[in-house]
């Protein structure tokens, strides 16, 4: 009997990784870690960097958040720089980041989650993927979503400069204004992507909430953890994505803490491992109990359900509605890890109704976009509200402006515990006596897939040597020789 499994490469994903799965003598699971192999180290060579590169250098991180890492960055520049945006500037970066937050969280439903339950958890490997999505759904609606995203993307690129690795940030505001006609026209790409988001949790209403299997699959014990959660709050308490307070609650729902971004590490310390590049954050004044959940461990989560489960509530009167439907289906705090993708919904409803707003402010189009920086730059930090949770960028720098450390907390890293917990969880109650196949390995990846999670970002420390190894092989593809650094 096999001793170990191998989930390698996992699928659907933005980064490498593989999960290893230990069997006991009878077959059943002992235990299970998610692997990362991948070394990035922008912590590193950031540094001797000038300062006001990094809103261009850190988006690189990624292909697929490069507009978070550049938000976050330009909001550590106003840190560093002790400058305040204009008030257009601010809402101009909002407008940007909702956009951006509601593509990426329909590029995740549709293209890496929803596949597990629109085509279903246990269907062919083949067509759990986009393709099989379309084929569920129809051509016409698979259009439907491409086109949306396109739309909202239009946005990022027309102030953004680009999509990919925008390049509008500036300590103190933003190199881009907009003008009237462009604000009556993604007036109604936003008026539109409202429509299109009660299209989305109609459909998850549909195919999911309204399936027994799939409902009894998101509220059983197998994907559930009882942990802290952290989010950004505004002044009410109520979910903000851009700025606002880091707001941590307990397993009951009970603010543990709020606190400044800036003061993060009076809060959060990394844990390390020696199997893997990603480190493992948790509460510094709850402490480290290894990969366990409850009140007295100090792993927290975050991401759409654990943002929901800080808020009282949402700023826009229909993911106000939608964040009370799904908190009386399931209670409050949600510890439900599939719940994370109703969650992402509600939020691709809440940043609509939030663009339509800014949208309709015709303040907006003021052309004070900038409040030239005039102190020395020394140290700052920035936070925001990735797709995938809370963010940190912390940056200092000598009296020229030239980095001396980076510091960053990437979203994913702040779940990597816990992504590590349900994975383990998943695997010992899904294998048993040895029996595994194609379907029960993918809803161990479902363990992973509701964190959306980024490995590409997640690692950037550099602790040692990176381990190599080099197979050298003859024509035959035969190994010759083995070198090994560890």
């Not at 060579?45 to 330009?74: D, K, N, Y």
């Not at 909430?209 to 009882?226: A, M, P």
């Not at 920086?373 to 030239?402: C, Q, S, W």
């Amino acid at each position: 009997m096999a001793k170990k499994i191998s989930i390698d490469p996992i699928t659907r994903l933005e980064g490498h990784g593989k999960i290893e799965i230990f069997l006991d003598d009878d077959g059943n699971v002992k235990n299970a870690y998610l692997q990362v192999p991948e070394l990035k180290g922008f912590e590193q060579f950031c540094v001797g960097r000038p300062v006001e590169e990094l809103a261009r250098i850190t988006p690189r991180i990624c292909g697929v958040c490069p507009t978070t890492h550049h938000m976050c960055s330009t909001k550590a520049l106003d840190a560093v720089y002790h400058v305040k945006p204009t008030e257009t500037a601010l809402k101009l970066r909002r407008l940007i980041y909702d956009a951006f937050m509601a593509e990426d969280h329909l590029l995740h439903f549709f293209f890496l989650g929803g596949p597990d339950f629109v085509v279903g958890p246990n269907a062919p490997a083949g067509e759990r993927n986009i393709l099989g999505v379309i084929g569920k759904v129809g051509v016409e609606i698979g259009k439907k979503v491409i086109d949306m995203r396109r739309r909202l993307r239009s946005i990022i690129t027309h102030l953004g400069g680009r999509v990919i690795h925008p390049v509008c940030g500036l300590p103190g505001g933003i190199s881009k204004g907009l003008a009237e006609d462009q604000r009556q026209a993604f007036l109604k790409v936003a008026k539109d992507s409202v429509e299109f988001s009660k299209f989305c949790l109609q459909v998850f209403n549909d195919i999911v909430l309204k399936n027994d299997t799939y409902l009894d699959l998101i509220v059983g014990d197998i994907f559930q953890h009882q942990t802290y959660y952290m989010g950004l709050v505004d002044e009410n308490n109520k979910e903000d994505l851009y700025d606002g307070m880091v707001r941590v609650v307990d397993p009951t729902g009970k603010e543990y803490v709020k606190f400044a971004g800036k003061d993060y590490l009076d809060h959060i310390v990394e844990h390390v491992e020696p199997w893997s590049y990603i480190k493992f954050p948790y509460l510094k004044n709850v402490g480290w109990k290894g990969f366990e959940d409850g009140i007295d461990s100090g792993v927290y989560r975050v991401a759409p359900l654990a943002r929901l489960n800080v808020a009282d509530g949402m700023k826009t009167p229909l993911a106000q509605a939608e964040y009370e439907k799904m908190f009386e289906t399931l209670g409050k705090p949600s510890h439900h890890t599939l719940a994370f993708h109703w969650a992402r919904l509600i939020e691709v409803m809440y940043v609509c109704e939030e663009m339509v707003q800014l949208l309709e402010d015709k303040f907006i189009t003021n052309p004070d976009i900038r409040n030239l920086p005039t102190e020395t730059p020394d140290e700052g930090v920035g936070v925001i509200e990735a797709p995938r949770g809370t963010l940190f960028h912390h940056y200092k720098t000598d009296e020229n402006g030239m980095v001396s450390g980076v510091n960053l907390i990437v979203a994913t890293v702040n779940n990597s515990a816990a992504i590590s917990m349900s994975i383990a969880k998943a695997a010992k109650n899904l294998i048993k006596n040895g029996k595994v196949d194609d379907g029960l390995l993918n809803m161990v990846e479902m363990a992973f897939r509701p964190y959306d999670p980024c490995l590409a970002c997640a690692t950037h420390s550099l602790p040692g040597k990176m381990p190599l190894i080099v197979n050298i092989r003859d024509k035959n593809r035969e190994i010759i020789k083995k070198i090994k650094r560890d």
